[in-house]
């Protein structure tokens, strides 16, 4: 099993504008059967992982609780759960949580799906296997953070899909 960062990400390296708005990502065109695509990275993943500002992007912008796999949030605050969904709600460090999180994805892979700075917090822990960037071509000059910590990565594909770079890269343990 593997902890994967998948995100996409603006080419200045933001993954949302200061205000959480995903307008600039949304606006572009996807090819979901293109290399490292969505359709085929969700179907490895057995556990979620995500801070609470991209939470409570998912509550405000999703009409329906898409996902069957249990969701970890980083959170102090006290959100709501949407109908059918499995959100479990932890606070401190990913060493602290990772073998709940790890047993709850029952040896297949779980996707850190953002912050950057969560993202940043399982590569300082020694817990991220993985980055998945997809780099839209837009520069936003300001926001979110797609890393927050300086990190040698080995790169080990990159593609084009529509106007996306796709790129995955391995951390180094
Ligand atoms: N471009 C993309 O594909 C993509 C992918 C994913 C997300 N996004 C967007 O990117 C933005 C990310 O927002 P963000 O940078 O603020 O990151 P975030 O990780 O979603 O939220 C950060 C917040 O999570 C909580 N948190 C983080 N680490 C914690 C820890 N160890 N223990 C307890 N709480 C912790 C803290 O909030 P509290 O202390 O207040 O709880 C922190 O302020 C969102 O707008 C999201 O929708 C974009």
């Known amino acids: 099993m593997a902890t994967h960062f998948y995100t996409a990400a603006s080419l200045d390296g933001f993954i949302a504008t200061a205000d959480h708005l995903l307008d600039w990502l949304f ?10 695509a969505y359709p085929a990275f969700i179907e490895r993943i057995s556990a979620l992982v995500m801070g609470a500002s991209t939470y409570a992007w998912l509550l405000r912008h999703q009409d329906a609780w898409e996902y069957s796999q249990p969701a970890w949030v980083f959170t102090h605050r006290k959100f709501s759960v949407p109908e059918g969904a499995d959100v479990r709600f932890v606070q401190g460090s990913p060493s602290e949580h990772i073998d709940l999180i790890n047993a709850s994805a029952e040896g297949k892979d779980v996707w850190v799906m953002g912050g950057g700075d969560l ?10 296997d993985e980055l998945w960037i997809q780099i839209a071509p837009v520069t ?3 926001g979110q953070p797609l890393f927050t910590r300086a990190l040698q990565l080995d790169l080990l ?13 391995r951390v180094p343990r």
């Open 27 to 36: 606006a572009q065109d996807f090819d979901m059967a293109g290399p490292m």
């Open 119 to 128: 993202a940043s917090q399982f590569a300082r822990d020694g817990l991220l």
């Open 140 to 142: 936003l000059g300001s």
């Open 157 to 169: 594909e990159v593609a084009r899909t529509r106007d996306f770079v796709c790129t995955r890269y």
